[in-house]
């Protein structure tokens, strides 16, 4: 890592082809003319208070669960997905950080400037649209 | 200070600190009818109430862009399912001010996001170009200005109103490379 700086935190066992889904608020999709299937803001991907939060694929399919169960309880949400690879690729890292409720729980690290954030806006892919 | 435009009048950062108590903790009651009121029952607020105003060109944006803001500051707390803070009504209420300081004939409404901690995003895409706006609170503002088409990239921070001079500048960039006509 060049510049001194720490090196992102990331897990080498997971591996490039999962996916990581985030949970996506529909305050986060502009609708209009212009998108009628709706563009997913940048603030999606937006630290909070340190790291993004995500949910691994393997650790859902694990439990014979799907991105379909990431909305119990949260009617109306949306989830999209994004390759472990492609966050590596933005110089971003996973690690795993499973928590009672969501045990299949991981962090995404590193920094999100405006321009990183509007790539994995970009890149995101729609697996349940708001409202669907 | 910025310079006061004709128009319609609009609501001061002091008017919406002086109004927050009204504000409940929990549900909003925040509302555009409610501000109007308040700022009528209050002759002493009218100079600041006047500091700011929009043309009556926009009237319909503003009105659309005080219903959004008054959804975002009813949001409750984790609103984004990972925790996110409430939206500040001052931060809300300051990026429409925002967006009076910047509008034009032809600058379109800009979409209103909340973002986790607690801030309020104006955003415009068009023609591959982003403008995005993220307002914190009273003064700060963080901003975003991207061509796809040049690549050429804009991160820049104003930490004051007195910086806000830069905002125009920019949207007037935003217009001309993203509405032909312009």
């Known amino acids: 890592m060049a510049g001194g700086q720490s090196p992102v935190p990331d897990d080498p066992s ?5 996916l990581a889904y985030r949970r996506i608020t529909p305050h986060w999709v502009h609708v209009d003319e212009l998108n009628p299937a709706g563009r ?11 790291a993004v939060s995500v949910a691994l694929r393997i650790e859902l399919v694990a439990r014979n669960l799907g991105p379909a169960d990431l909305l119990s309880g949260w009617d109306g949400y949306g989830v999209v997905s994004l390759p472990v690879a492609f966050l590596r690729e933005c110089g971003l890292g996973v ?19 405006p321009g ?11 697996i349940i649209r708001p409202g669907d | 200070m910025q310079a006061v435009r004709p128009g319609r009048s609009f ?6 600190l002086a109004w927050r ?16 009121a308040t700022a009528e029952m209050q002759p002493s607020q009218r100079e600041l109430v006047e500091a700011i105003s929009i043309p009556e060109f926009a009237d319909d944006n503003l009105h659309a862009l005080v219903d959004r803001v008054q959804e975002l500051v009813s949001l409750r707390a984790d ?22 300081l910047l509008v034009t004939e032809d600058l379109p409404r800009p979409h209103l996001v909340p973002t986790v901690n607690g801030g309020v995003q104006l955003e415009w895409h068009l023609q591959g170009v982003d403008f995005e706006i993220e307002v914190l609170g009273r003064g700060r503002l963080d901003i ?31 217009a001309r490379r993203a509405i032909p006509a312009s």
Request: proline share 6%.
């Open chain 2, 11 to 16: 609501l001061s950062d002091e008017d919406v």
């Open chain 1, 116 to 126: 990183t954030r509007k790539k994995l806006a970009r890149a995101a892919t729609w």
């Open chain 1, 40 to 50: 997913l803001s940048s603030r999606a991907f937006q630290d909070h208070p340190d």
């Open chain 1, 14 to 18: 997971i591996p490039d082809d999962s």
């Open chain 2, 79 to 100: 609103w984004d399912s990972y925790g996110a803070d409430r939206v500040k009504p001052e931060a809300a209420l300051h990026a429409i001010k925002v967006y009076s």
């Open chain 2, 21 to 36: 108590p009204a504000i409940p903790e929990s549900g909003a009651a925040l509302s555009w009818n409610l501000l109007r």
């Open chain 1, 95 to 113: 690690v795993r950080d499973p928590t009672s409720g969501e045990p299949w729980h991981a962090l995404v690290w590193g920094n999100k400037s």
């Open chain 2, 144 to 174: 975003f200005f991207e061509d796809d088409a040049s690549g050429e990239t804009i991160e820049e921070s104003l930490l004051s109103v007195r910086e806000y001079d830069r905002l125009e500048v920019l949207a007037k960039e935003f």
